[in-house]
């Protein structure tokens, strides 16, 4: 039988603070809630470097309606019993099961004490793993057409305080990346990563500067905004601390994991 959903959607689309209220409800089904830390989760794990917060208007509608589907169908699922199927139930045992030795493994990590000391020895003695390479971050604009890339570059060019704010408007409204989603906007790269074309052109920007010719590549067309850049060098030790202490406590966890097995394998009934 046919089940009737009866269905109460609030979007909240007016501007300012109110898209970026903490778990702000979005939609209700059905009576239960959708929030947008459970859209921006969606968001985060379906398009690659966007947030629920960098998307325009029609693009947040688009994810809470997404939202809105998955809930229904969720609804749908329970209302057939999946959760009685034996395979279901075979499966949600092995992922309990491997979420609990998650949780297991991360409280003993914890328990592993690094002190300062340890971890600046570490960074000292071991330097060239800190060293990097000079890289910068950039927002681009990609088109089609030199056409289209000349006249974005002289649209910008009437922009001066607020040329990246203009930048990432136009990059949204008018790129056909994949980043045109979050304004354009790429990760930190080193000169290598990116194809020649596009990299020494980032490299030689001033910072909160755009490139004045399009840059093509195989790609398309490219209008570059510089937004910062990093010398080589080595990271300073209160940035990579986290990871060193990480990294030391595993090496101190072996021998305690390798021993507490030795232990447990002594007094189990092992066939």
């Given at each position: 039988m046919k089940v009737v959903f009866k269905i109460c959607i609030i979007f909240y689309t007016l501007i300012g603070a109110s898209l970026f209220a903490s778990d702000k409800v979005v939609a209700t089904v059905n009576g239960s809630k959708i929030t947008e830390s459970e859209v921006n989760e969606y968001v985060i794990s379906s398009l690659n470097g966007a947030t629920f917060y960098s998307l325009n208007q029609s693009e947040k509608k688009v994810a809470i309606n997404k939202m809105i589907t998955r809930k229904l169908f969720l609804e749908e699922a329970k209302q057939i019993n999946i959760s009685d199927n034996p395979q279901f139930i075979l499966d949600l045992k092995k992922k309990t099961e491997n979420?609990?030795?998650?949780?297991?493994?991360?409280?003993?990590?914890?328990?592993?004490?690094v002190d300062d000391r340890e971890a600046k020895i570490y960074y000292r003695d071991n330097q060239d793993q800190f060293n990097h390479p000079a890289s910068v971050k950039v927002r681009h604009i990609l088109l089609g057409t030199e056409i289209e890339?000349?006249?974005i570059i002289q649209e910008l060019n009437n922009y001066f305080s607020d040329l990246k704010e203009k930048f990432i408007s136009l990059a949204k409204e008018k790129s056909t990346g994949p980043s045109s989603v979050n304004g354009g906007e790429l990760d930190?790269?080193?000169?290598?990563?990116?194809?020649?074309?596009?990299?020494?052109v980032a490299f030689r920007l001033k910072k909160g500067t755009i490139t004045q010719t399009p840059v093509q590549t195989q790609f398309g067309y490219h209008v570059i905004y510089l937004e910062d850049r990093k010398d080589a060098g080595a990271n300073p030790f209160e940035e990579v601390k986290a990871g060193i202490v990480k990294k030391l406590r595993f090496s101190k966890l072996k021998p305690k994991l390798d021993k507490l097995?030795?232990?447990?394998?002594?007094t189990a009934k092992i066939q």
């Open positions: 979420l609990m030795l998650d949780y297991w493994m991360k409280q003993k990590v914890e328990e592993i004490i890339a000349k006249k930190w790269f080193i000169q290598e990563q990116m194809v020649p074309e596009f990299s020494e097995s030795k232990k447990l394998r002594e």
